[in-house]
Nanobody, 126 residues
């Protein structure tokens, strides 16, 4: 089993920044992709950003392009989401996920991901 633990969420004013981290433990695999999703109250879970194992392929939802950056550490056991210029509409619970898929692919579909963290709350005040 793989356990994913997120951290770094919190309360920030609009225009501020946060950096989310997600660390994998347990039976980790080197060749998997990472994704960040978010879910706001009353809304469906939404893909935010993803990165492949090699770190050379990233994908973002249009609403965060230019503001959020996903990255991973060289060992492949952690992924980060740098969030800048935060907006109130970014308020949600953020989840990281691992996809045991072909290394070069980044999926934006939640059902493609095999392991999930418990989530971390991000609240952006206006």
């Amino acid at each position: 089993q793989v356990q994913l633990v997120e951290s770094g969420g919190g309360l920030v004013q609009a225009g501020g920044s946060l950096r989310l981290s997600c660390v994998a433990s347990g039976r980790t695999f080197r060749s998997y992709a990472w994704g960040w999703f978010r879910q706001a109250p009353g809304k469906e879970r939404e893909f935010v950003a993803g990165i492949n194992w090699h770190g050379d392929n990233t994908k973002y939802v249009d609403s965060v392009k230019g503001r959020f950056t996903i990255s991973r550490d060289n060992a492949g056991n952690a992924v980060y989401l740098q969030m800048n210029s935060l907006k109130p509409e970014d308020t949600a619970v953020y989840y990281c996920a691992a996809d045991l898929a072909v290394a070069g692919i980044v999926s934006s579909i939640a059902a493609d991901y095999d392991y999930w963290g418990q989530g971390t709350q991000v609240t952006v005040s206006s």
